[in-house]
């Protein structure tokens, strides 16, 4: 089963922008003004690009076979069996290999998220017999006292932990990790410079 992780308020963000974006385009070219409008655009075209690749592009994905980490401008493949521990400070740190750390770019964890967190696992800690807040459902109270002190990167690297130990316990085979360049976002570069160019050439 495949589980994609982000940073919601990232993913959010970038469509809106985008949204903005795609009025922008219109207007612009529906009015088009000769360089100011070609400007325009190129400056819309090289933001865009910025926010799909630190936004849109970056997710922490796992497969059957391996953990798949789509940083800005490069992929990379590793399998279960591979993984050796998992850290977790402000990012996730994958150790694979000889001394080898990939560092996932999503979730991260903020210093303010961290501080939230503990205070959440502080007020579980002090809820006494008699208490004021709703009664929670079983699955609610099971799911509260999972994230008690722990940021969204804390769990996701304990799913990331425990993957790896049940391939090892299976005796799975520690394929070698793949890394490869991110030719969307290599695309989406040069598309932005192309139309840099053309608002530069265009008198």
Same mark, same amino acid.
């Given at each position: 089963?495949?589980?994609?992780?982000?940073?919601?308020?990232?993913?959010?963000?970038?469509?809106?922008?985008?949204?903005?974006?795609?009025?922008?385009?219109?207007?612009?070219?529906?009015?088009?003004?000769?360089?100011?409008?070609?400007?325009?655009?190129?400056?819309?075209?090289?933001?865009?690009?910025?926010?799909?690749?630190?936004?849109?592009?970056?997710?922490?994905?796992?497969?059957?076979?391996?953990?798949?980490?789509?940083?800005?401008?490069?992929?990379?493949?590793?399998?279960?069996?591979?993984?050796?521990?998992?850290?977790?400070?402000?990012?996730?740190?994958?150790?694979?290999?000889?001394?080898?750390?990939?560092?996932?770019?999503?979730?991260?964890?903020?210093?303010?998220?961290?501080?939230?967190?503990?205070?959440?696992?502080?007020?579980?800690?002090?809820?006494?017999?008699?208490?004021?807040?709703?009664?929670?459902?079983? *699955?609610?109270? @099971?799911?509260?006292? &999972? +994230? #008690?002190?722990?940021?969204? %990167?804390?769990? /996701?690297?304990?799913?990331?932990?425990?993957?790896?130990?049940?391939?090892?316990?299976?005796?799975?085979?520690?394929?070698?990790?793949?890394?490869?360049?991110?030719?969307? *976002?290599?695309? @989406?570069?040069?598309? &932005? +410079? #192309?139309?840099?160019?053309? %608002?530069?050439? /265009?008198?």
């Amino acid at each position: 089963m495949r589980q994609t992780y982000r940073s919601r308020s990232a993913f959010v963000m970038a469509w809106f922008w985008l949204a903005f974006v795609a009025f922008n385009v219109y207007d612009l070219i529906h009015k088009y003004s000769g360089k100011a409008s070609m400007v325009a655009l190129a400056v819309l075209a090289v933001l865009t690009a910025v926010v799909y690749v630190v936004a849109l592009r970056p997710a922490t994905v796992f497969t059957e076979r391996e953990l798949v980490a789509r940083n800005p401008l490069r992929t990379v493949r590793v399998p279960w069996a591979a993984i050796e521990d998992v850290t977790v400070s402000h990012a996730i740190g994958v150790h694979h290999g000889d001394d080898q750390v990939l560092r996932l770019w999503t979730p991260m964890s903020s210093a303010r998220e961290r501080a939230k967190a503990q205070r959440r696992g502080l007020a579980s800690q002090r809820r006494g017999r008699f208490q004021t807040e709703p009664a929670l459902s079983k *699955a609610e109270q @099971a799911a509260q006292e &999972a +994230l #008690a002190g722990r940021t969204h %990167a804390d769990w /996701v690297g304990e799913q990331i932990r425990e993957r790896a130990e049940a391939a090892r316990r299976r005796h799975e085979e520690a394929a070698p990790v793949q890394a490869s360049w991110a030719y969307d *976002a290599v695309a @989406a570069g040069v598309a &932005a +410079l #192309a139309l840099v160019v053309v %608002a530069i050439v /265009v008198p």
